[in-house]
T-cell receptor, first 115, second 121 residues
Framework: GDSVTQMEGPVTLSEEAFLTINCTYT??????LFWYVQYPGEGLQLLLK?????DKGSNKGFEATYRKETTSFHLEKGSVQVSDSAVYFC??????????????FGQGTELSVKP | NAGVTQTPKFRVLKTGQSMTLLCAQD?????MYWYRQDPGMGLRLIHY???????AKGEVPDGYNVSRLKKQNFLLGLESAAPSQTSVYFC????????????????????FGPGTRLTVL
C-alpha cells in the first residue's frame, strides 16, 4: 500500500542553520504531496504542497520539490529560526475515490531550534 | 470564520465509558475526516464523510462510530472506551474541485481542527 517515510527526529539545530528533513513515498500513480507543520499544542497547518512532478512548493522560507524519479519531497530552509520549532509531517493525498482523498502521513519529525 | 473547531479539548475516561467528540466547520465543506495521532505513527484515518448523511470507514475504524446529520458537524463516538484509544484526535474538512475536461474531481486541501487529547484509564 501507499506509505510515507520521514527521517527520524528529533532534529536539533542552532538558529540560522540550514534545515533538511527527508521524505520519501511509495504510491501508485502521481499523488499530490504536502508538508504540514504542528506547533506545540496546536493542530496541523498546511506549510506547502506540490501537485505534480518537478513542482516546487514554497512558503515562509521553506521549500520542497516533487521528485518523481527519486519519489522524494524533502523539506528545506536556508536559515531556521527559534519560531520554526515544531513537528513537521510529510503527507501524500490519495485520489478522491480512495477514502475521500485521505491523507497518508509520515511519522513526523520534531525540530528544535536553539538560540 | 472559525474554521474547524473541536470539543472538548481534553478528556479523561475510564475503560468502558462512552463519549462523543464534536467537530464543526463553517466553510461549507463537503468532506470531513477524523484522524488519530499516535507517537511515531503520524495520523491515521478513522472515518470520513463525503456529504451530509453519509459516512464511511477509514484505516482504523474499529471501536468508533460517526454521524453526519448536518453538513457542518461530524461526530465521533466511542461506545466503550479502551486504553488503546488513548490518543489525540483531529478532525479535518475539505471540498472537492473539478479537474480537467472530464467530470473528474480532486480533493482540495484539508483544514484541521486543534485536536482533542483523550486519555482512557
Amino acid at each position: 500500500g501507499d506509505s510515507v517515510t520521514q527521517m527520524e527526529g528529533p532534529v536539533t539545530l542552532s538558529e540560522e542553520a540550514f534545515l533538511t528533513i527527508n521524505c520519501t513515498y511509495t504510491a501508485t500513480g502521481y499523488p499530490s504531496l504536502f508538508w504540514y507543520v504542528q506547533y506545540p499544542g496546536e493542530g496541523l497547518q498546511l506549510l506547502l504542497k506540490a501537485t505534480k512532478a518537478d513542482d516546487k512548493g514554497s512558503n515562509k522560507g521553506f521549500e520542497a520539490t516533487y521528485r518523481k524519479e527519486t519519489t522524494s519531497f524533502h523539506l528545506e530552509k536556508g536559515s531556521v529560526q527559534v519560531s520554526d520549532s515544531a513537528v513537521y509531517f510529510c503527507a501524500l493525498r490519495r485520489p478522491i475515490y480512495n477514502q475521500g482523498g485521505k491523507l497518508i502521513f509520515g511519522q513526523g519529525t520534531e525540530l528544535s531550534v536553539k538560540p | 470564520n472559525a474554521g474547524v473547531t473541536q470539543t472538548p479539548k481534553f478528556r479523561v475516561l475510564k475503560t468502558g465509558q462512552s463519549m462523543t467528540l464534536l467537530c464543526a466547520q463553517d466553510m461549507n465543506h463537503e468532506y470531513m475526516y477524523w484522524y488519530r495521532q499516535d507517537p511515531g505513527m503520524g495520523l491515521r484515518l478513522i472515518h470520513y464523510s463525503v456529504g451530509e448523511g453519509t459516512t464511511a470507514k477509514g484505516e482504523v475504524p474499529d471501536g468508533y462510530n460517526v454521524s453526519r446529520l448536518k453538513k457542518q458537524n461530524f461526530l465521533l463516538g466511542l461506545e466503550s472506551a479502551a486504553p488503546s484509544q488513548t490518543s489525540v484526535y483531529f478532525c479535518a474538512s475539505s471540498y472537492s474541485m473539478r479537474v480537467g475536461a472530464l467530470d473528474s474531481r480532486e480533493a482540495h486541501e484539508q483544514f484541521f481542527g486543534p485536536g482533542t487529547r483523550l486519555t482512557v484509564l
